[in-house]
C-alpha cells in the first residue's frame, strides 16, 4: 500500500530532479575545464565540408517550395543528433546558454528579493542582506504589485516573464510598487540592480553540540571557498564532528569536488581519475593541505545525488574516510566538455569516464541513442530499492574492496555503507492530499502574514523554537485553513500524520524568517531518518 501511494509522485520527482540534473549536474575536467577556442569552432562549417547535412539544408535553402527558416532546422537536428549519444550528452541552444550556466557561475544581476508567486502577486519573503532591495527599504511580507508601471499582480504572469522583469545589468534601475500591510496605496521603490550571490551551501549550523551540519546543493565556482568559510565558523562554534549532507545534489564543477574532498584527506591519496576513448589517464591526488583531515565524518547521498556529488562521496568512501549513509546515488560516471559554438550555443560532449580511487565505474546502464536512461529511479522504486537493501542485487564483478577492508560497489551510483529506506508509515491519504495541492504551503504564508511582526524579529534557531514551541495548536488552525480551502478533515488520518504535518508546518514558516534554510533544516531534522542515522553513527544524542 504504502509503495502505490508513492507511485503517485514519484514520476513527477523524478522529472524534476533530472531536469535539475540536466542543468547543473555536467563536470568538466582538465584545467579543470576541457576548453575549446573559438577559432575551433568557427571554422565547423569548412571542416564538415560537404556533408549530407550540410548538403540537405543547402538544397532545402536554395530549392524547397516554401521559403523555409534554415536556422531552426539547424536547431532541430542538432538536438536530434545529440540524442543519438549518451544520454549526458547535449546542444544548449543559445537562448538557454545564460539560464544553464548561472547556477553554476555562483552570482548573477538581479535585485536580491526571495519571493513566492503562489497567489498570483509577488509576495517577498526575504531580501539577500546587503543587496538591492534590502538597501531600498523593500520588507518581507512586501507584495509586488507594479513594475515599471505595469501591474503584474492578479494576471497570471508566469514567473519565468517576473523574474525576466525584475532582473538585469548590473546599476541599471527598476521601479517596483509595493502593497504593504497597514500603509494606504502602494510605495514606490526604485531598486538599483546589482550582483547577487548564487549559494551553494544552503544550510551551515551547528545540528548538535560539537556536531555540524552542511548542506550542499550544487558544485558551483565558489562552492569550495564557501565551504571553507563554513567550516571554519564551525569549527569558531565548537564543532568537533560533521554532517555533510549531499541529498539531491546533482553536481556541476568536477574540480570544486576535488578541492572539497581534498580537506577531508592525508597528502597522496587518489581522490579520483578520468579515462578517455585511447585510454589515457588524468589522476588527482590530495595535497595534506586539507583542514578537516581528523574530524569524523558522515556524508549523507540519496538517489539523486549525482556526477560531482559521487566522485566526493566514492572517494572518501574508497579511501576509508568517513561513514556514508542513505540510499544508492544516482549513477552518473561520465565526464563533460563544454565546447562553444560559434553562435553562443554550445555542444556538451562525452569525452571521458571517471573512476573512482578503487577503480570503480559508478556510471549505471545506458543505451546509446535512447532506452529508458530516465526511468531507471522509477524502477528502482518499484523493484523495492528505496525500502530494502536486499533488493538491491551487485554482479561479483562489482565488488571491489577499499585499503582497509570494507567492500564496496561499482556499476551505477554508490552504494552506502549504512543504508536507510524511505519510511511512509505516515504518509496518509490526508498527508497526501495537503502536501501534493499545496494547501500545507498555502497556510504557511498565510500564518506568516498574521505573525509577521514576530516573525521578522526572530534571529536565532533559539529564538524560532521558542516562538514555534509556543503555538500548540498548529496543527489544528491549519486543518482549520484546510477545510476553508475544500480539504476535508479525516482525524484518523491526521492523528497518523501528526508528526509529519508539525514539522513540515513548522520548516515551511522557518524558511519564512531570516534563518531561512538554516531554519528550515533545524525543524525538519526529527523526521529525517538519514539524518537520525547519522547522529547514531557518530554517537551523539
Do not use: C
Amino acid at each position: 500500500m504504502k509503495r502505490d501511494r508513492l507511485t503517485l509522485w514519484l514520476p513527477t520527482l523524478l522529472a524534476t530532479s533530472l531536469a535539475l540534473g540536466v542543468w547543473m549536474g555536467y563536470t568538466f575536467f582538465t584545467g579543470r575545464e576541457m576548453a575549446t577556442s573559438h577559432a575551433t569552432t568557427s571554422t565547423m562549417g569548412s571542416q564538415r565540408g560537404g556533408s549530407k547535412i550540410d548538403y540537405a539544408l543547402g538544397l532545402i535553402d536554395e530549392a524547397y517550395l516554401t521559403p523555409l527558416d534554415t536556422d531552426s532546422l539547424e536547431e532541430n537536428l542538432m538536438s536530434a543528433l545529440m540524442e543519438q549519444l549518451d544520454p549526458h550528452s547535449m546542444y544548449i541552444p543559445a537562448r538557454d546558454m545564460q539560464a544553464i550556466n548561472e547556477p553554476l557561475e555562483g552570482e548573477f544581476d538581479g535585485i536580491g528579493v526571495v519571493f513566492n508567486m503562489l497567489t498570483d502577486t509577488i509576495v517577498v519573503l526575504n531580501t539577500v542582506a546587503g543587496g538591492p532591495s534590502y538597501k531600498a527599504g523593500v520588507l518581507p511580507g512586501d507584495r509586488i504589485i507594479t513594475v515599471d508601471g505595469d501591474t503584474v499582480a492578479g494576471r497570471k504572469i508566469n514567473q519565468d516573464k517576473i523574474v525576466e522583469r525584475l532582473r538585469g545589468p548590473r546599476g541599471t534601475k527598476v521601479s517596483v510598487g509595493i502593497q504593504r500591510s497597514n500603509v494606504e496605496g502602494l510605495v514606490a521603490v526604485d531598486i538599483v540592480r546589482d550582483k547577487i550571490p548564487l549559494k551553494s551551501i544552503d544550510a551551515a549550523f551547528m545540528i548538535r553540540p560539537e556536531v555540524g551540519y552542511i548542506r550542499l546543493t550544487s558544485f558551483a565556482r565558489t562552492t569550495h571557498q564557501e565551504f571553507l568559510r563554513a567550516t571554519e565558523s564551525l569549527k569558531m562554534q565548537g564543532m568537533k564532528s560533521l554532517i555533510f549532507d549531499l541529498r539531491s545534489n546533482s553536481g556541476g564543477y568536477l574540480d570544486q569536488a576535488i578541492l572539497m574532498t581534498n580537506e577531508f584527506l592525508p597528502e597522496g591519496k587518489l581522490i579520483v581519475y578520468t579515462e578517455d576513448r585511447n585510454g589515457h589517464q588524468q589522476r588527482e591526488y590530495s595535497t595534506g593541505g586539507g583542514k578537516l583531515q581528523d574530524i569524523p565524518l558522515v556524508v549523507l547521498i540519496d538517489e539523486y545525488s549525482a556526477s560531482s556529488s559521487e566522485i566526493l562521496a566514492g572517494a572518501l568512501q574508497d579511501n576509508d574516510r568517513g561513514i556514508i549513509v542513505g540510499r544508492r546515488s544516482f549513477g552518473k560516471g561520465l565526464v563533460q566538455s563544454q565546447i562553444p559554438l560559434r553562435d553562443g550555443s554550445a555542444l556538451r560532449l562525452t569525452v571521458a569516464r571517471y573512476l573512482t580511487p578503487t577503480g570503480r565505474s559508478i556510471q549505471k546502464p545506458y543505451t546509446m541513442g535512447g532506452g529508458d536512461y530516465e526511468a531507471d529511479i522509477l524502477r528502482r522504486y518499484e523493484s523495492g530499492q528505496f525500502f530494502s537493501a536486499d533488493s538491491i542485487h551487485f554482479a561479483d564483478s562489482l565488488k571491489f574492496t577499499t585499503p582497509g577492508g570494507r567492500t564496496v560497489y561499482g556499476g551505477g551510483g554508490i552504494m552506502p555503507d549504512e543504508f536507510v529506506p524511505i519510511d511512509t508509515l505516515e504518509m496518509t491519504p490526508y498527508y497526501y492530499a495537503a502536501t501534493g495541492l499545496n494547501i500545507l504551503y498555502r497556510y504557511t504564508l498565510d500564518y506568516t502574514d498574521r505573525h509577521r511582526s514576530k516573525i521578522n524579529a526572530i534571529q536565532t534557531v533559539e529564538e524560532l523554537n521558542d516562538f514555534l514551541d509556543g503555538d500548540k495548536r498548529l496543527v489544528e488552525d491549519f486543518v482549520a485553513y484546510g477545510q476553508s480551502v475544500g480539504l476535508k478533515p479525516n482525524w484518523r488520518e491526521i492523528r497518523t500524520s501528526r508528526r509529519l504535518l508539525e514539522r513540515l508546518l513548522r520548516a515551511y514558516i522557518a524558511r519564512n524568517t531570516s534563518l531561512e534554510d538554516v531554519g528550515y533544516f533545524s525543524q525538519i531534522e526529527p523526521i529525517d531518518e538519514s539524518l537520525q542515522r547519522a547522529f547514531e553513527v557518530l554517537g551523539v544524542e
